[in-house]
């Protein structure tokens, strides 16, 4: 069956310029997650989305990120006013029943 | 959470050998605990988790260990071959929410 599936896979961007990065979990997953990983760090909280429930948007860094997820599938991440501090693999997670959550390849974002 | 820095510890083993890879945790009130395999350019893989109300569990090649006295987590990998080589995050959660993830552990496996 298929994975979680993220696109694009690479995207480079002018700061100020706005990018959308797109998830698709899982077929069935009522839970979604986006976190983001910094070269050479650790995995970074983003937003959580379960089922028809408000998301989780606590660990968005600022304004400038926003997500959503429609008819609670695919989800679209959007970062606004890009900056160089953002550069980063953006990495999207789907979560069934049992809750274990599966991991997207990612999409890698350079600000220049 | 914690903070890292740019570096990765990292473990070097020999082939065949087993391998001992060690995560601090910080929320009490966590539950679950999980390890995560992370290939160059791919997303983690879940390994194995843990409850917090277990010791101990295992799996193929791999054992948890989970010691909440001292808030500490213990990955064990027997055997280990050059397929491990990768980075290994721990993570934890509370029921099943977001995780927050330790700062990883590079694992290099030698011939």
């Known amino acids: 069956g298929a994975g979680v599936s993220q696109s694009p896979s690479n995207k480079v961007t002018e700061k100020g310029k706005d990018v959308e990065l797109r998830c698709d979990p899982i077929?069935?997953?009522?839970?979604l997650y986006w976190y983001r990983q910094s070269l050479g760090q650790g995995l970074e909280f983003l937003i959580y989305?379960?089922?028809?429930?408000?998301?989780?948007k606590s660990g968005l860094p600022s304004d400038r990120f926003s997500a959503e997820r429609t008819g609670g599938s695919v989800s679209t991440l959007t970062i606004q006013r890009t900056q160089q501090e953002d550069s980063a693999v953006y990495l999207c997670?789907?979560?069934?029943?049992?809750?274990?959550?599966?991991f997207g390849p990612g999409t890698r974002l350079t600000v220049l | 959470g914690e903070s890292v820095g740019l570096h990765l510890p990292t473990l070097s083993v020999q082939e065949g050998d087993n391998s001992i890879i060690n995560c601090a945790y910080s929320?009490?009130?966590?539950?679950?605990f999980i390890w995560y395999k992370q290939e160059s350019g791919k997303g983690p893989q879940f390994i194995i988790d843990?409850?917090?109300?277990?010791d101990k569990r295992q799996g193929q090649r791999v054992t948890v260990l989970l010691n909440k006295t001292v808030k500490h987590l213990s990955l064990q990998i027997a055997a280990t071959q050059p397929g491990d080589s990768a980075v290994y995050f721990c993570?934890?959660?509370?029921?099943?929410?977001?995780?927050?993830f330790g700062a990883g552990t590079q694992v290099v496996v030698t011939p």
């Open positions: 989305f379960q089922g028809n429930s408000a998301p989780d």
């Open positions: 993570a934890e959660t509370h029921s099943w929410g977001k995780l927050q």
């Open positions: 843990i409850r917090s109300n277990m």
């Open positions: 929320n009490s009130a966590s539950d679950y």
């Open positions: 997670a789907s979560g069934g029943d049992y809750n274990e959550q599966f």
């Open positions: 077929s069935g997953h009522t839970a």
